[in-house]
């Protein structure tokens, strides 16, 4: 890669995260259906742009929340992939010892204060974290990954008001992937949609193709200017498409064949490679960024699989101590 201008390289690593991202879920949809992984993995396959795009212009220190579909977002924030297999695994050594699983990986090292299999909750966790900010005068912003049925929800509508009337720094981030779980959101959704209703609370939206990432890298380095400028939070509404099933076993079989297809067919992924190539990075090089992603998370697999299991007494540490023995 050498010769190459910063923003090339730039682009080079928004590449390798998106690739790292859909490596790591690959794998961990292939060991939940073996069996090896338990609990639920819910892949974002075809999402990994919003996650790139957002993350590539956050700092260490800035926070995000996240969601059920939480591992791409983890890993754009630069949490650690082997630990967060060995946390599916449920293997000492894991993002939270083991005993979270996929809904519940954190990384505060790096600002990651989260996944959450409580649709919406993380919004208003994001405003605290954002309150925090606030008093103790740090120099962070917070980003607030939600999906489209989040909107639905209350903790929603009471984290736009707090958000804005305190003027926040939050980047709202909307990922709509167009369903709730098994729902076409368009089918339980009233009114004009989650940026109106953002914009109703006095956060200006703005849109943006969650399927281009330097489309919404761009927008969002706009955004994230305007919240550390001190403009109060923002709503990036991304709109894009889940490749998979809700979960790694569902087959989706509530949608159309074609739109799934149709999804593939706009893939961040190789819409970046597309630019790279087209400014003189030689295909192989990209072939390699995916194949290094590959083996990295395969490899991470195979050594969740060989850690060991964590200490039953782990079980009594991290939690209130209600129950603890003595
Ligand atoms: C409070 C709450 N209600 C219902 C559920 C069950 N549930 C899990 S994921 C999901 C759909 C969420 O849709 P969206 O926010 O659009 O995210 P997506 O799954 O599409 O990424 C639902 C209803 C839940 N986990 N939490």
């Given at each position: ?24 879920e690959r794998e961990a949809v292939a060991a939940m259906r073996s069996g ?291």
């Open positions: 890669m050498s010769g190459t201008s910063n923003e090339t390289a730039r682009r080079m690593a928004m590449l390798r995260d998106m690739a790292r991202i859909r490596a790591f090896e992984a338990p609990g639920v993995v819910h892949p974002s396959i075809g999402q990994e742009g919003v996650a790139v795009g957002v993350c590539a212009n956050l700092k260490r220190a800035d926070r995000i929340t996240s969601t059920h579909r939480g591992h791409g977002h983890a890993i754009a924030k630069g949490a650690d992939a082997r630990a967060m297999m060995l946390e599916l695994h449920g293997r000492a050594g894991g993002s939270c010892g083991g005993k979270g699983g996929s809904m519940h990986i954190a990384d505060f090292a790096v600002g990651m204060l989260g996944a959450n299999g409580v649709v919406g909750a993380g919004i208003p966790i994001a405003c605290g974290a954002a309150q925090a900010i606030r008093l103790t005068k740090e120099d962070a912003i917070v980003a607030c990954f939600f999906g489209d049925g989040a909107v639905n929800r209350g903790p929603f509508l009471e984290g736009m008001n707090w958000a804005a009337l305190y003027r926040l720094p939050v980047l709202f981030v909307c990922e709509d992937n167009g369903f709730a779980a098994f729902t076409r959101n368009s089918a339980v959704t009233a009114g004009g949609g989650p940026a109106v209703r953002a914009e109703a609370c006095g956060v200006p939206a703005t849109a943006v193709d969650g399927e281009d990432v330097l489309a919404v890298d761009a927008v969002t380095a706009d955004l994230v200017a305007r919240i550390r400028a001190g403009a109060g939070p923002q709503f990036l509404h991304a709109i894009c498409y889940r490749w998979e099933g809700h979960t790694g076993t569902d087959a989706a079989a509530y949608r159309p064949a074609d739109e799934a297809a149709a999804a593939r067919g706009r893939d961040a992924i190789r819409r970046l490679a597309a630019v790279l190539e087209a400014e003189g990075i030689a295909a192989g090089e990209i072939a390699g960024i995916e194949a290094q992603a590959a083996a990295e998370m395969a490899s991470h697999r195979a050594a969740a699989m060989a850690a060991p299991w964590p200490d039953p007494g782990a079980a009594y540490s991290d939690v209130q101590d209600a129950g603890a023995p003595a």
